[in-house]
């Protein structure tokens, strides 16, 4: 499969999965608005998301894909299926007791993770309650890793890159039908969570068995192949870590701001997260293992002119998605999430963070069109130190900016310290003689701003020409926000005429032409093989 298919395939999966994420993201803000029974649920669900890049996605993938590849490759179907089943049981009898463990310890370690719940009366078992419920997903989403490396292995990209739209829809349906018989909202969505996750593995597993493998419980050995698993784990677990670490800060720090603070940086990041999951897959999928493999392959000069590339494109599509946000956040989020339990003040709350943290998408995408220069030289320690240091400053930075302006300055903080990480890996690789921005990424960036900012004019424009015509579209202080259907079709018009005079400018300014995008689908389409480990996207 070459590389612009496995693209199309898995980010057109990925950009579903956000649809349906939305769907139940306004649904949670409809039912249960931004208050104490939404924080208690998101951290509740995002609590066992904390360990996926641990037991799942992240360390997992990268150590049993390519070891399942090369048994595969040199000692046949029969061996690989062996080492998939030895490490199927490893993986579920140590996920498995974790589960356990934290079940019976959810309270305690509740205080470790959202210790401002401890000062609103009942909150803490309230969200104890529901992590409980919600916990032994991921012993289930661990398990679906290996069947994604497996498929993903067999070039089969489809069945692991739609599972995620599964657990959405759950949520969503336990949320609509629990409380049509009288269950509480939270304490459905927890439901559908596990029982999502259920779901997902009997997907998976038949995806698996279609290609004759047959994956069973048995007694945990540690052969040699486990055994290297275990290692080839270790190193990325540890930066996965550091990142889960950072996630785990901010969400402590927002049980410190205030009610709601949780629910809003989360609505807030999950607008943001749109154009990152996308461009991510893009970056991740089609242009970056082409970069590895001519580095492995010695090829400095035609390495470093494809992560210019990566770069370019990088920025063509999350410049002016960050421009984008930043004028429409009010209007994205009063017609996403405001109706129901979710309130003006709550608009206002989770604009203010999407603005905050649209400041940082560029970098967190360049991230990853920086980290492989790293890691096709054989690097992984580096971008584990420059992880850790933007750690501590987002930490730093969370801390202060949010005595100022809450829970705004948690997301400012992310945002700043993805910038420094970003300057971080391209300036170390640029010391090392690794990178250097060439002409055309030079002369390009500049016009791709320029572009953005016609763009930005255009989105004011029809935003002025809507509340001339028709009013307060979107409400405010003293005005309710106008029907739905007006909502919406102001929204659609303003990402529509901006979108395309963005492109006119783009095309009319030289930032990009036909024959880029003839040759980028040329050489996606000639790049050759190599077993590709996209992650499970986020749900």
Known sequence: MSLLRAF????????LSRVTGFLRDILTASFLGAGTAADAFLIAFQ????????????????????IFSRVLEKDGHDKAADFANAAFAMLATVVFVFVVVMV????????????????????????????????????????????SGITNSFDRFAAGAAAPIILNLTIAA???????????????????VTVAGMLQYLW???????????????????????????????????????????????????????????????????????????????????????????????????AMANQNRAI??????????????????????????????????????????????ALGLPAYVLNKALTPGFFGRLD????????????????????????????????????????INAGALGWVLHRRGHFKVDARLFKRTPRIVAASALM??????????????????????????????????????AIGIGSAVYFTAVFALGAFSRADLAAFKRNASDAPHTPATPDVPAA
């Open 380 to 419: 992984t320690k580096t971008p584990v130190i420059i992880s850790g240091i933007a750690m501590g400053t987002n930490v730093v930075f969370s801390v202060t900016l949010m005595q100022f302006v809450g829970h705004v300055g948690i997301a400012a903080a992310t945002s700043l310290s993805a910038w």
């Open 8 to 15: 199309a395939t898995v980010g057109s999966f990925t950009l």
């Open 204 to 302: 998976m597993a038949r995806a698996v068995n279609r290609l004759g493998i047959h994956l069973k419980m048995t007694r945990p050995r540690l052969t040699p192949e486990v055994r290297d698993l275990m290692k080839r784990m270790l190193p990325v677990a540890f930066g996965a870590g550091i990142y889960q670490l950072n996630l785990m800060i901010d969400k402590i720090l927002a049980t410190l701001v205030s009610v709601g603070a949780v629910s809003w940086l989360y609505y807030a990041d999950r607008v943001n997260q749109l154009p990152v999951g996308v461009v991510g897959v893009a970056i991740g999928v089609a242009l970056l293992p082409l970069l590895s493999r001519q580095i492995q392959a010695g090829s400095e000069d035609a």
């Open 174 to 192: 336990f949320l609509l039908g629990g409380v049509e018989v009288g269950v509480r909202g939270d304490v459905a969505m927890a439901m559908g």
């Open 104 to 147: 019976i310890l959810m309270p305690w370690a509740l205080y470790v993770i959202a210790p401002g719940f401890d000062r609103i009366p009942g909150q803490m078992d309230h969200t104890a309650e529901l992590a409980r419920i919600a916990f032994p997903y991921l012993l289930f989403i661990s398990l679906v890793s290996l069947q």
């Open 456 to 493: 930005v004019a255009a989105l004011l424009g029809v935003l002025t020409l809507a509340e001339a015509w028709l009013g307060s579209v979107f409400g405010g202080p003293d005005h309710p926000p106008a029907a739905e259907i007006v909502r919406v079709l102001v929204l659609v018009a």
């Open 47 to 66: 609590f066992p998301n904390l360990f996926r890049r641990l037991f799942a996605e992240g360390a997992f993938s990268a150590g049993f894909v390519p």
């Open 312 to 357: 370019e494109v990088c920025l063509l599509l999350t410049i002016p998605a960050a421009a984008g946000i930043w004028v429409l956040a009010g209007p994205i989020t009063a017609t996403l999430f405001e109706r129901g339990a979710f309130t003006i003040r709550d608009r206002n709350a989770v604009a203010a963070a999407l603005d905050a943290f």
